[in-house]
T-cell receptor, first 112, second 120 residues
Framework: AQSVTQLGSHVSVSEGALVLLRCNYSSSVPPYLFWYVQYPNQGLQLLLKYTTGATLVKGINGFEAEFKKSETSFHLTKPSAHMSDAAEYFCAVIGGGFKTIFGAGTRLFVKA | GAVVSQHPSRVICKSGTSVKIECRSLDFQATTMFWYRQFPKQSLMLMATSNEGSKATYEQGVEKDKFLINHASLTLSTLTVTSAHPEDSSFYIC????????????????FGQGTRLTVV
């Protein structure tokens, strides 16, 4: 069965600093991995996804993530945080029956 | 990308009444849709898989008589919260995936905007 673990329920960074949100996955088959962002009282917005091919995936709003099979990781990064990046971030994997399985989420705080 | 529309975005109902939430795939046919529930400050938990023309498949712990799912057409699935109580207040989100040209399920799910249900 597939699963994802997000390390750190809260991450706080200063504006302009590097953003690093950690995600590790467990999968018995090659995984399809996703990062979503959710702003308060809103739905999900896809940031980026990895299915096959290049392991460094670039997404919207300057975010990128690298699929590392040896580390079973798919960490999300952004070189310079903006205030508008403050939100909840979910790492996800496609599981059996094409269900999307979400991590617990990481709340990103950006300090001025 | 494909568009999934959810309606209503917010609903307030009285305890004991039923509420219906609609999930539509606007530009593709979806034989399978998924319903998720999200409590405040928590992750999304899969409630059930909605299958067009057949019974929904519920996750363990989800009451099928409480959360009625109907997937009567290839573009519409509905979730009805029956005899709603305050503990049913939550954020409900649906998702669907179009099939590829070869008929396989797309690896990416497209999510509706979510429905905030408040039971008073």
């Amino acid at each position: 069965a597939q699963s994802v673990t997000q390390l750190g329920s809260h991450v706080s960074v200063s504006e302009g600093a590097l953003v690093l949100l950690r995600c590790n996955y467990s999968s018995s088959v090659p995984p399809y991995l996703f990062w979503y962002v959710q702003y308060p009282n809103q739905g999900l917005q896809l940031l980026l996804k990895y299915t096959t091919g290049a392991t460094l995936v670039k997404g919207i709003n300057g975010f990128e993530a690298e699929f590392k099979k040896s580390e079973t990781s798919f960490h999300l990064t952004k070189p310079s945080a903006h205030m508008s990046d403050a939100a909840e971030y979910f790492c996800a994997v496609i599981g059996g029956g094409f269900k999307t399985i979400f991590g617990a989420g990481t709340r990103l705080f950006v300090k001025a | 990308g494909a568009v999934v529309s959810q309606h209503p975005s917010r609903v307030i109902c009285k305890s004991g009444t039923s509420v219906k939430i609609e999930c539509r795939s606007l530009d593709f046919q979806a034989t399978t849709m998924f319903w998720y529930r999200q409590f405040p400050k928590q992750s999304l938990m899969l409630m059930a898989t909605s299958n067009e023309g057949s019974k929904a498949t519920y996750e363990q712990g989800v009451e099928k008589d409480k959360f009625l799912i109907n997937h009567a057409s290839l573009t519409l699935s509905t979730l009805t919260v029956t005899s709603a109580h305050p503990e049913d207040s939550s954020f409900y989100i649906c998702s669907a995936s179009p099939r590829t040209s070869r008929g396989f399920m797309n690896t990416e799910a497209f999510f509706g905007q979510g429905t905030r249900l408040t039971v008073v």
